[in-house]
């Protein structure tokens, strides 16, 4: 098992890339109640055209609980996120990593 000495390192090697998620992770920030950190999203057309990328930023609590915000959206971008229903898709997918990673690594640490 692979040993992180801060969640910086996990969210970089063990949190989602692929499937529109296609961005290196910044913006670390992390305190006793939330680890904050950012990518941005491909955003494909029905014709598997690239439409749109769309910046977003991950909050995990101390409960675990992961909440999805946009960053900077004009009024197009906010009807395809709405249209896709993208905050949706990315809270269920970095959900699953943090149950996965709980399963895995101890999380409790990442708030100390």
């Known amino acids: 098992m692979t040993i992180y000495t801060n969640i910086e390192e996990l ?3 063990e949190a989602p890339h692929g499937s529109g998620i296609n ?6 920030h992390q305190n006793k109640e939330r680890v904050i950190f ?13 439409e749109a990328v769309i910046p977003f930023k991950v909050i995990i609590d101390k409960y675990l609980d992961v909440k999805i915000l946009f960053r ?7 009807y395809l996120v709405n249209k896709t229903m993208l ?10 990593f943090v149950q996965s990673a709980i399963a895995r690594y101890s999380l409790e640490e990442m708030f100390k």
């Not at 961005?23 to 670390?28: A, K, L, P, S």
């Not at 955003?43 to 055209?49: A, K, R, S």
């Not at 900077?72 to 906010?78: K, S």
Request: with cysteine.
């Open 87 to 96: 905050r949706e898709y990315l809270e269920d997918t970095y959900a699953n």
């Open 38 to 50: 950012c990518n941005c999203y491909d955003l494909m057309d029905e014709n598997g055209y690239y």
């Open 72 to 78: 900077g959206l004009n009024n197009h971008g906010r």
């Open 11 to 13: 969210i970089e090697n």
């Open 23 to 28: 961005y290196n992770y910044d913006n670390f």
